[in-house]
């Protein structure tokens, strides 16, 4: 469904005024060869009309002989500004970038923000945008989680297919990801909607069966075959199935690198405006995945880097895998039951769903 210029201009007034932008302060927007014309276009229209400075940044590729995807989160670590002190500067000297270009998972990221920039990813197609706009009730309910998060030692999740993983946690802190930057320094991502955080560095245990429907990304497919990872000391170490369990597997032996097993970011979907069906409606090439990430009541569980948390692993491989029907708790207690999100607007949510439907 295509959206009109004035839909995504209030949309990105909405997440520029949550991010609380002043007028006279410095926006940079970061573009890219992908970046969505109708996206750049009105980030710029609605960051003018409250009268901010608007820079437009734009970067060539790269990485495109080592990807064996389209997906910008396909091949991690390396970006445009790697080596690009004169664009680093400039992003340095803003105080918002609008990521239309995808930093993601860099150095350079983490550079621009020690210096008190806000940066705001927002790559997903327009229509996707305007759905997903969000509101000071995601940034509540995703930091109540985050508070349970912080006082917990013991992350579980188990499941009826057969997950049973054990993940000690106190080393990372937990992330809140609501949509928009409404602090000095703070990056994010429009849309989310979740909470996650990081194993204790070698402190996973056991196993995880994905089962009809969880969603492998950024291969962007449903698995239709049960896989089952098993997973000692925070590393995955055997990957069982039938034809996806292959592809995944000859996909992450294709990084040569080890650290690429590791169990990465935790944690949980809080946002009910986000689909699970998403994906079955859209060309692989057209988005990121977004709505498999944030969809309310999932389990996210990811392999590779935990440089984003301020820990030491670097690599360029990142799979990340939300699943349905998960139990998960914190220390014995439950947060999420069998795909249903054990707040009030969680609870209250799985009681309108119709019996059967
Ligand atoms: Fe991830």
Redo the contacts with the bound molecule.
Sequence with gaps: MSVSDIDLIQAWKQVLTLSMLERGQIVTVLTGADTHPQTLRCAIAAASDMGARVNRLDLPPVNAEKSLSRDSLAYLGTTPLTGNPAAIAALKASDLVLDLMTLLFSPEQHDILSSGTKILLAVEPPEVLCRLVPTEADRARVLAAAQRIEAAHEFRVTSKAGTDLRCRIGEFPAISEYGFVDQPGRWDHWPSGFVLTWPDEGHSQGQVVLDRGDILLPLKDYVTDPITLTIENGYVRRIQGGLQADILKEYMAAYEDPEAYAV??IGWGLQPRAHWSMLAHYNKETHIGMDA?AFEGNFLW?M?PNNEAGGSRTTAC?I?IPMRHCTVTLDGEATVIDGVVQDASGLARAQRRPEGL
Excluded: K, N, V
Aim: aromatic share 0%; hydrophobic share 0%.
């Design positions: 990465s970011h990430r990811s590779g990142h990340d």
